[in-house]
């Protein structure tokens, strides 16, 4: 009798109306504290401008705890932050689309350089798609130049070309010219101030060329995400 007695106490608790409501309120409390601790997070992640975090904490808060307070609260600031954290993003990738050089010279002082590859390979022989890279060099000895690099084929350009350059839709003629070395297959963009301006100051920028083999040929590049204060002297 007395071990059937200790069974029913619990359900005695359960079926006891202000127990069952002092248990609902203390799983509501629950709740509202972890909806608040991550409405703190959003709150510290949008102070600091980090909006990729705002943005996760944000929507995390949403789906856990969408009838919070919290919850509530930050909502109408959401779909701001996730537009801040989408271009954020953007930002980040076109940055991580370029390379920087700083590299001793024999002869004293450093050569700095910024490149990047094309947006898609272009076939420059006729025997398969390639990246074309476009590089921007700041020597002590040789100064300043802009040129394109193939990994196979070679540039029809030799007694010098004008190309097409087309900045964000934009078509301007640029003069070229294939120097007489095989050391690298290369042409340099004569007018290397004026392709720095359109790098610097544009998002999408195409260099089409002629290639001894296949014609004319264009790499396009997201040009957005160039530092230019790697290179100062530019």
Not at 6 to 26: E, M, S, Y
């Amino acid at each position: 009798m007395l071990f059937a007695g200790t069974l029913l106490l619990p359900a005695c608790k359960r079926d006891d109306p202000q127990a069952a409501a002092g248990l609902a309120a203390a799983q509501q409390a629950e709740k509202e504290q972890a909806a608040n601790t991550a409405a703190r997070q959003f709150d510290d992640a949008v102070a600091a401008q980090d909006w990729r975090m705002a943005r996760n904490y944000g929507e995390i808060l949403q789906v856990e705890h969408p009838a919070s307070a919290a919850a509530a609260r930050i909502k109408p600031k959401l779909e701001e932050i996730k537009a801040k954290a989408e271009i954020d993003q953007q930002k980040q990738r076109l940055a991580a689309l370029w390379s920087y050089g700083d590299e001793p010279v024999k002869k004293g002082g450093r050569q700095l350089s910024a490149a990047i590859y094309s947006q898609e390979s272009v076939d420059t022989d006729g025997g398969g798609a390639h990246p074309v890279r476009l590089i921007f060099r700041d020597h002590p000895g040789w100064g300043r130049s802009a040129y394109l690099v193939l990994e196979a084929g070679d540039f029809d350009c030799y007694k010098g070309c004008k190309l097409k350059v087309t900045v964000d839709g934009q078509a301007q003629t640029l003069p070229g010219s294939r120097p007489k070395t095989d050391e690298a297959i290369a042409m340099f963009i004569d007018d290397h101030k004026s392709l720095w301006k359109f790098a610097k100051n544009s998002k999408q920028l195409s260099i089409q060329f002629p290639t001894k083999t296949v014609g004319k040929r264009t790499a396009e590049f997201e040009v957005g995400g160039l530092d230019a204060s790697k290179l100062p002297k530019w």
